[in-house]
């Protein structure tokens, strides 16, 4: 046997585990958003019957699909989710500009700790990491406390449940994805090319936008992706933090299964979750492909 | 430019980044404080205690699915690391259409929201078990058998950056002295990707270890795991026994990452320097 051979054999445990898990339950999803709900074990309709004639009848069904269509909370989703990932993106990527560059800007020695900082939360529980900030924004939280102790209020806010407490959550959870691609990126830019820009005369604000931006286009977007895509379906940020006119794609889904038990409309809605982010997650592969062209 | 304005500058720059940074911090630091707080009210601080600890270590429930976790965690973690690391060479050595096939599915199962794996996963054992009658029902094998999915394609990626570094000629300077392919890339690249591998599954421990939604999926009755358990809990209202416990597995994870980073410069160094 050849190294050559040992590594396309050594392939096989990877492709049949992602054909076996990954790609087949897709096609499951697919096969199960054209059943209906029924009260027996599995939950759905099969698709193929066998009649009385002893042929296969195609039992399947657009229901679930139609539904999707036709109810307006579902549509009130898919947009609540759009425009709530969207919103987390710009506020990470606001945030993580200023961070990524100041880390990767800064002397050596302090860099490793300083981008060590920016991924230990990621470390950390998702859950919990949500869960502090129900302490911080509810009506008798500390930020309440805060305000209404200095005085700026003279009533406590109502964040918690709210589109603002859904927003802080999610770019809290998000931020470290930002700041690590824009850092890669910025690492990069040799010093030169700003010490030459500043010689010919350029202000730091000019050299970042027309320079330092552009240069580092590629993790901008890595990063705007790997924040928008999983921000898309998140269940646990609108789940604890929002309030009911928080509905989003993950809440209906989970919704749809655990308290309807509806797994053909669960299911729809996940493939439909899946046919979004289809574009985000191909652009995302390109700029993978870019980085390293093997 | 004067340098009073850029001063001005600096200094509206210096105060975006601290920002961030307190924006990552604060909530963290405050859940631990709050961990040690005598009263049962967030805002009103009622002295030094550690009664929440004491009454967490009586909770049988959270015990329980604590020491599930941990068992799913090093199991998933694991079987992920073997996973990964085929996935890894295979990522780095293979090129054409399978390669673009591995690219694209564990790229994806990196950003895939968990709500989509878990259902599918779901789905999946329902099916096998129908077929072919394995796993049978829904319990901590099939919550372990989603975490390793997952987590493999995290650890993948470290494998991946590691193994570009390394030197295909000292595998094959093995191969020259008459190892067998499978030797030589057991006894010398698998060593020289060794903190790649412990870096990986640390980081597929604490993903399985953190992991609510995926399991609520796929776990079945007697088989909650600690973020379910948790999860109801938060949800009845803040409770200080879990900040307790948060602060327990925030000072697990930093442990965790800090060792894992300095493992990290402890092993690398010697390659460097080769």
Known sequence: MTSARFVSSSAWLPLGWMAVFLLLPVAILLRVSFSEPRFEQPPYTELLVIGETGRWLWEGTLQAWRWLFEDPTYRDALRGSLAMASLTTLTCLLLALPMAWAIARAPLAWRTPLLLAVILPFWTSFLIRVYAWISLLKPEGLINAALLGSGIIDAPMLILHSNVAVLIGMTYAYLPFMVLPLYATFARIEDDLLQAAADLGATPWQTFMRISLPLAWPGVLAGCLLVFIPAMGDFVVPDLLGGPDNYMLGTALWNEFFRNADWPTASALALTMLLVLLLPLALLQRLQRREDPA | ?274
Do not use: K
């Open chain 2, 1 to 274: 430019m004067n340098t009073q304005a850029r001063g001005t500058a600096r200094l509206g720059f210096l105060t975006a980044v601290s920002f961030g940074y307190a924006f990552l911090y604060v909530p963290i630091v405050l859940l631990v404080l709050y961990s040690f707080n005598d009263s049962r009210l967030v805002t009103v601080w009622g002295g030094f205690s550690t009664r929440w600890y004491s009454s967490l270590f009586e909770n049988q429930v959270l015990l329980t699915a604590a020491w599930r976790s941990l068992q799913v965690a090093v199991t998933s973690a694991s079987l992920a690391t073997l996973v990964g690391l085929a996935a890894g060479l295979a990522l780095v050595r293979l090129s054409g259409f399978r390669r673009g096939l591995l690219m694209a599915c564990f790229g994806s199962l990196l950003v895939m929201p968990d709500v989509l794996i878990g259902l599918s996963m779901l789905l999946l054992f329902v099916n096998l078990e129908q077929w072919v009658g394995w796993p049978a029902g829904r319990g901590l094998t099939t919550v372990s058998l989603a975490h390793l999915t997952f987590a493999s394609a995290y650890v993948a990626v470290v494998v991946r950056a590691r193994l570009m570094q390394v030197d295909t000629s000292i595998e094959e300077a093995a191969r020259d002295l008459g190892a067998r392919p499978g030797q030589a890339f057991w006894l010398v690249t698998v060593p020289l990707v060794r903190p790649a591998l412990i870096s990986g599954w640390l980081l597929a421990f604490t993903l399985s270890l953190d992991d609510l939604v995926v399991a609520s999926f796929v776990s079945g009755p007697g088989s909650s795991t600690l973020p379910m358990v948790i999860y109801s809990s938060v949800r009845l209202g803040v409770t200080p026994e879990v900040n307790a416990l948060a602060t327990l597995l925030i000072a697990a994870v930093a442990l965790g990452v800090i060792s894992a980073a300095l493992i990290n410069r402890f092993l690398s160094r010697p390659d460097s320097q080769r």
